[in-house]
């Protein structure tokens, strides 16, 4: 697992952050950084909710 340090500083998760802002942020995450491997377990709650497809951003 690399960090994608540049992706970070640019884009840090905003302060008391809503769910929207987390889901946005933790999606965009998986997409530009490979430090993480999964998502919280608060966020794939909330995609189901929004029937967002969970395994097109899973990299288990």
Not at 29 to 49: A, G, V, Y
Request: glycine share 0%; aromatic share 4%; with cysteine.
């Amino acid at each position: 697992m690399s960090i994608n340090k540049e992706w970070h500083l640019q884009h840090p998760m905003p302060k008391n952050a809503t769910i929207e802002q987390r889901v946005k942020w933790h999606l965009e995450h998986l997409k530009n950084c490979s430090c993480r491997t999964d998502l919280p377990d608060t966020i794939k709650e909330e995609m189901r909710k929004r029937h967002i497809k969970i395994d097109l951003y899973e990299r288990n």
